[in-house]
């Protein structure tokens, strides 16, 4: 069993900074991609940033290209999600999510069906 904890949201003002982190528990996350995913209240899930098992691939949403970076530390078992230039449309609960899908080095997906594992989410607020 895996468990996946986010940590790191909160309230800032607009064109600020936040840095996420995922903590994965229970088992290493190594040859699984992980993806960053949002959800604003009233809307479905929507994808962020995925990177690959080998963290030497990464994909971004078009709403985010430019301003959020996506890493990762295998040998430490965590993801981090790097938010610059935040704009209150940003505002949104951002899960971190493991897939179970073994792919090449290069395999980032960004369907949230394609994720099996998910944390608790955690709240970023924008504000004007």
């Known amino acids: 069993q895996a468990q996946l904890v986010e940590s790191g949201g909160g309230l800032v003002q607009a064109g600020g900074s936040l840095r996420l982190s995922c903590a994965v528990l229970g088992r290493t996350f190594v040859r699984y991609p992980l993806g960053w995913f949002r959800q604003a209240p009233g809307k479905e899930r929507e994808f962020v940033a995925a990177?690959?098992?080998?963290?030497?691939?990464?994909a971004t949403a078009d709403s985010v290209k430019g301003r959020f970076t996506i890493s990762r530390d295998n040998a430490k078992n965590t993801a981090s999600l790097q938010m610059n230039s935040l704009k209150p449309e940003d505002t949104a609960v951002y899960y971190c999510?493991?897939?179970?899908?073994?792919?090449?080095?290069?395999?980032?997906?960004?369907?949230?069906?394609?994720?099996?594992?998910w944390g608790q989410g955690t709240q970023v607020t924008v504000s004007s």
């Open positions: 999510a493991s897939s179970s899908i073994v792919g090449s080095s290069s395999y980032t997906p960004n369907s949230s069906g394609l994720y099996n594992y």
């Open positions: 990177i690959s098992w080998t963290g030497t691939s990464t």
